[in-house]
């Protein structure tokens, strides 16, 4: 009696597997993880009602169909072929940038001058851009004063674009006052990099 | 009264998921019942479904930065989509019921990845910052 019901156990998972596949429409799903932009590693864990595999290597992937859980290494060229066209339809990568301010107020510096024209020509060369600004101050003054001049900072960055020529619903400005610090300092130091915006642009 | 009130700003506040990047071929969005041609600039919104036809090939951007891109004969539904871009605090899941998707992940994924997943008609993904692409076909091809 015992050994039935170890039996019944073992064989409910991969039949309940081919079931939820058939119910799919005989469906066949594939896998595979890619080499990170970045360089770091990365992994994907694929659960289903078999099991669990975890894609952890650059090509790694799973092949998955009506009685069969294939696992294997795909190449740069079986991915073009099967995935090309969902590839080549990836919106371009968000890119980050940091604006510094002078002490106390919402002008730039004379270098995030210089970053802010880079910024701006990229913005044009995007289609649909988005832009989020965040404000942020040093620790010099104090917290109510240092919200209100982290937003005057992030929305002279968005004037700045507006005034370039981007729609002006498309910049979303915020100011983080001095809650997050680039560099941490006591209180009331005055600190370059502290007295920034932070802008991701998608 | 106040019922009545509650149920249309839940149908109206339907949250901005993202935004359309690029688009080629045809391109729907469904969204409510309707459907409406996907081009660039049109905004993603939660619960929309993203279909693509026989040429056609669609890449958006979430709020977090997520890359999602899909192929022809796709249909990908954006099922769950929270994201708060001061705290890059949220979460997301993401169907893929036909065709072929590919995904960077983004801001939620790398601080929380917990809160995100990708499934398929028998399958769930979760994902440790990567990128990654899935394919969904009928079975027949190969």
């Known amino acids: 009696m015992k050994w039935e019901t170890v039996v019944r156990i073992d064989l409910r998972f991969p039949l309940l597997a081919v079931a939820v596949l058939l119910a799919a429409g005989c469906a066949s799903e594939r896998v595979v993880l890619l080499p990170s932009s970045d360089g770091r590693p990365g992994a994907v864990v694929v659960r289903d009602a078999g099991g669990e595999i975890r894609l952890d290597r650059p090509y790694a992937a799973t092949a998955r169909r009506v009685g069969s859980n294939e696992t294997y290494q795909a190449s740069p060229e079986h991915v073009e072929e099967r995935f090309g066209a969902a590839l080549a339809a990836q919106p371009m990568r968000p890119k980050s940038y940091i604006l510094y301010f002078e002490v106390g107020s919402n002008q730039l510096t004379a270098e995030s001058q210089a970053e802010f024209a880079k910024l701006r020509s990229e913005v044009g060369e995007r289609a649909a851009a988005e832009v989020m600004v965040i404000g942020h101050t040093d620790t010099v003054g104090n917290a109510q004063g240092n919200d209100a001049l982290s937003l005057k900072r992030a929305e002279s960055v968005r004037d700045l674009l507006v005034e370039a020529g981007v729609a002006g619903e498309k910049v979303e400005a915020v100011g983080r006052g001095e809650r997050e610090l680039l560099v941490p300092t006591a209180d009331e130091i005055d600190e370059p990099k502290n007295r920034r915006v932070e802008i991701n642009l998608r | ?142």
Do not use: W, Y
């Not at chain 2, 891109?69 to 993401?94: C, E, H, Q, W, Y």
């Not at chain 2, 801001?107 to 979760?126: M, N, Y």
């Open chain 2, 1 to 142: 009264m106040l019922l009545v009130l509650g149920i249309c700003g839940t149908a109206q506040a339907a949250e901005s998921a993202g935004m359309i990047k690029t688009s080629k071929g045809m391109v729907t969005l469904e969204r409510d019942g309707q459907k409406l041609i996907a081009v660039v600039g049109t905004p993603v919104l939660v619960a929309d479904k993203l279909r693509t036809g026989s040429d056609g090939a669609v890449g958006v951007t979430l709020r977090d930065s997520t890359l999602l891109s899909a192929g022809p004969n796709s249909l990908i539904t954006i099922d769950k989509f929270a994201f708060d871009s001061t705290t890059t605090d949220g979460r997301m899941s993401v169907g893929v019921r036909k065709g072929t998707l590919a995904v960077a992940s983004g801001k939620i994924a790398k601080k929380t990845p917990e809160s995100v997943d990708f499934h398929t008609p028998t399958s769930v993904l979760g994902v440790r910052g990567t990128e990654f692409v899935i394919e969904v076909g009928d079975g027949r091809e190969d």
